[in-house]
């Protein structure tokens, strides 16, 4: 009656193609395809098991974090420059 279960990794290969990328695979993704470093193989992931609303909402919140840290950049060697 005790049946002994053995790992199996074609199970646990089809058991991962049924779970969403977590938010920091879905974060390296966008970080990697804006630096045109994305690999293959996560791209396909991301494409066969990703909701395109995650990848949207990092994509912008990580592109307005780049445009407000510019700006604090470009006015702080401004008022630098000033002085």
């Excluded at 193989?41 to 919140?61: H, L, Q, T, W």
């Amino acid at each position: 009656m005790s049946e002994q279960h053995k790992h199996d990794p074609d199970t646990d290969d089809r058991q991962d193609d049924h779970e969403r990328p977590g938010f920091f695979q879905v974060l390296h993704s966008v970080l990697a395809a804006i630096f045109g470093v994305q690999s293959s193989g996560n791209r396909e992931r991301d494409f066969k098991k990703g909701s395109a609303g995650d990848y949207i909402g990092v994509y912008v919140v990580i592109v307005i974090a780049i445009v407000i840290a510019m700006f604090v950049v470009v006015n702080m060697v401004l008022s630098a420059a000033g002085s």
